[in-house]
């Protein structure tokens, strides 16, 4: 399956816990003052590549904890990148998956759009909200503003309510 990306980083420490390799997908209906990565905001940008070529450069990575998708926005790429995350799955790496979302707001997209639920539930982890420039603060483990939240996936599905996750 084709995903529009605007890289791939085989090896990272500030994007989830460990040593992972990030994948950033492109396009993002947010565009927030001061985003992290504005070259990944235009959806038409990046360039285009299928999972398996993705995997290929995962594959070659060594001691990995895990992968994270982040952006751009990977909810808007749900499908792809939820088929994508299993596969990462199944070779036994966590999933960290960043959002500009809320996740009150991607169970309501949810609703209308199962790939998005698919995508939330395949994640082990969620850093969700918007970036906001006004709280930003470099010291906060994986996350760029105080209004953003790192979410255990699979607890808070449980228990119908945010879990966070208490690794940071």
């Known amino acids: 399956m084709e995903l ?10 500030v994007d989830g816990p460990g040593i992972r390799s990030v994948v950033f997908a492109q396009g993002c209906p947010r565009s927030c003052p001061g985003c992290h990565n504005p070259e990944s905001i235009d959806p038409k940008g990046g360039k285009v590549l299928e999972d398996k070529e993705i995997l290929e450069v995962l594959d070659k990575v060594r001691l990995i ?3 994270t998708f982040s952006g751009g926005e990977p909810f808007m790429q749900a ?14 790496l966590d999933l960290v998956t960043y959002t500009g979302y809320t996740w009150d707001e991607l169970l309501n997209l949810g609703e209308q759009k199962p ?48 879990v966070l996750a208490n690794f940071a």
Not at 5 to 13: L, M, N, Q, Y
């Open 115 to 162: 790939e998005v639920l698919e995508l939330l539930r395949i994640s082990d982890y969620l850093v969700d909200g918007p970036f906001v420039e006004s709280e930003k603060d470099l010291n906060l483990a994986f996350r760029g503003s105080k209004n953003q939240r790192i979410i255990d996936v699979k607890e808070s599905l449980k228990k119908s309510n945010v």
């Open 4 to 13: 529009r990306v605007a890289g791939v980083i085989r090896e990272s420490v």
């Open 79 to 92: 499908r792809a990148f939820a088929q994508l995350g299993k596969r990462i799955k199944e070779k036994g």
């Open 65 to 67: 904890k895990g992968v």
